[in-house]
């Protein structure tokens, strides 16, 4: 997916809240309308809320 496509993707969902959106909530809603199933380890703490994330998604 091109960088392009994914700005489209992710803008094309965009919805109405009180509050913006985290991006690692933005990555996240990504992977899932894209069934990605397998996501690297990357010991990083910024990382930490997506990995933590998409662990407890199943």
Known sequence: ???GELNAA???EASPQSEPETWHGVVQRTLKRNDVRLVPYVPDRVLATLIRNDSCAG
């Open 10 to 12: 992710v803008e094309g």
């Open 1 to 3: 997916m091109s960088r």
